[in-house]
């Protein structure tokens, strides 16, 4: 990733799901290609077996590994916090 500055973000990790992030965001993958998005919400992909990486299609449904968790929240505080896992896509 650059060195870029960011603004620090609440971001919420969907237990065996993916990484959901208030928008606009541009995420940059392993590459150092960046994927910008004005969505409100982008999901973005941790399995790895997303067809549209690095956001997420639902993939994870079908390569999930353990019971389901309750869902944790990282970051600073944010107006989105209603959101729910499985609700939005990138």
């Known amino acids: 990733m650059s060195a ?5 973000r609440e971001v919420l990790l969907c237990p065996d799901g993916p ?4 928008g606009p965001v541009t995420v940059e993958d392993e590459q150092g290609v960046k994927h910008h998005s004005e969505r409100p919400v982008v999901a973005v992909c ?3 077996a997303s ?3 690095p956001w997420c299609d ?3 449904k079908q390569v999930r590994r353990r019971p ?11 107006s989105w916090r209603t ?3 499985g609700a939005p896509r990138g």
Do not use: K
């Not at 870029?4 to 620090?8: F, G, M």
């Open 51 to 53: 067809s549209v990486p």
């Open 83 to 85: 959101t729910r896992c």
């Open 58 to 60: 639902g993939s994870h």
């Open 46 to 48: 941790r399995c790895g």
């Open 19 to 22: 990484v959901l992030i208030p």
């Open 68 to 78: 389901a968790t309750r869902s944790r929240r990282l970051g600073a505080a944010a």
């Open 4 to 8: 870029e500055r960011t603004t620090p």
